[in-house]
């Protein structure tokens, strides 16, 4: 009635066999088609027969609009911090922004607060997010942690992308950290930079440094900072000759708090000749990649402006076989490459490990 439908004891599975490996029950579902809208009540998640989860009350949508409500929360425990408890709170603010605000208590420290915004625009999208824990009972002192994440695309070929990164000490990820992949970050990135892609030229002007968050890295071992950073390349296919011309290029300044600080200079002209046809391809290719320094050794030894010139020849060739499968469905491909380089040995003990 008046566009909405009532259930009692529904079953919903998506497994197709007699005896479904889950089911999700619901005692009660009212399913709104007008506000496509679904409330269920006294629900419940099987997995083989065992109970997983209880739910006395579900809001959802029924189409692909957003809803504002409570997500599931989640429970867990750690030696570091105790019993957690997650809730999570979706805001969907506008069809453009979105907001996740999660309170995350944690037994052996306290309650911390965190949330992710989300916006799109017709140039811009991204993100910002931040997780405070202030006084932290373990730890004697308010922690945080923030990220902001965007890109802007320009009509004329430009875009602004950026990746600021900070956590408030080098114990918070070990700490506070969720999953394997936030806790095993040895270093946070800042990076920051403007593009150009064009036809035929690209240019990346950037600035980018590291925090440090592994106790177990030295400060000499620290990744050193790019302050700035200048990329030119470009690219002309079937020019004179039929040649391809490349050109790869950078201007790069490198800081460290320990060690030698310097600049460094390259450039990387590059000729090849494709040979294509059905089936195969074919292309040798000559580059020399000239490098120059500008050292501030301080008082160490050594060269304060060492450079050095290497001829670099390759050969890359290939096969592709194709066909279609007896049943005419899918379509099998082998690819077999082969890609020979020769460069030249040169020393280079004078020359700053940088980009390591």
């Not at 030249?344 to 003990?349: A, G, I, L, V």
Request: net charge negative; proline share 6%.
């Amino acid at each position: 009635a008046d566009g909405k439908v009532f259930l009692d004891d529904t079953l919903y599975t998506t497994c197709m066999d007699e005896s479904p490996d889950w089911r999700l029950r619901a005692k009660d579902l009212e399913l709104d088609l007008r506000e496509s809208r679904g409330v269920a009540r006294k629900v419940r998640l099987d997995f083989r027969n065992t109970p997983l989860l209880y739910a006395p009350y579900l809001s959802f949508p029924l189409d692909q609009n957003r809803k504002s409500g409570f997500l599931m929360p989640e429970f867990g425990s750690s030696d570091r911090s105790g019993t957690e408890i997650q809730v999570p709170f979706y805001w969907n603010i506008a069809p453009d922004r979105d907001a996740t605000i999660t309170g995350r208590w944690l037994s052996d420290r306290g309650l911390q607060l965190r949330n992710q915004l989300r916006y799109l625009s017709d140039r811009s999208e991204g993100q910002l997010y931040v997780e405070y824990l202030p006084d932290d009972d373990r730890f004697g002192d308010d922690r945080r942690l923030s990220q902001w994440e965007n890109l802007t695309r320009f009509d004329n070929g430009w875009r602004m992308s950026a990746d600021m990164q900070e956590a408030s000490d080098r114990e918070y990820l070990e700490d506070l950290g969720s999953g394997v992949s936030s806790t095993s970050k040895t270093h946070l990135l800042r990076n920051i930079e403007v593009s150009y892609l064009g036809s035929h030229w690209d240019f990346v002007a950037r600035a980018r440094n590291y925090q440090t968050m592994d106790v177990g890295i030295s400060t000499e071992d620290k990744p050193a900072e790019r302050l700035p950073q200048f990329l030119l390349s470009g690219r002309l296919d079937d020019g004179p000759l039929g040649l391809t011309y490349q050109w790869n290029s950078e201007l790069v300044n490198f800081n460290q708090e320990e060690g030698v600080d310097g600049a460094r200079a390259s450039v990387e002209p590059q000729i090849s000749l494709p040979l294509e046809g059905p089936g195969y391809f074919l292309i040798p290719s000559l580059a020399w990649r000239l490098t120059g320094y500008d050292l501030d050794l301080d008082d160490e030894d050594g060269e304060d402006r060492p450079t050095l010139g290497v001829p670099i020849a390759s050969l890359d060739a290939g096969l592709l076989f194709e066909r279609e499968t007896p049943s005419g469905k899918y379509v099998q491909t082998l690819q077999p490459r082969m890609l020979y380089a020769y460069i030249p040995r040169r020393t280079q003990e004078d020359m700053p490990v940088f980009d390591t």
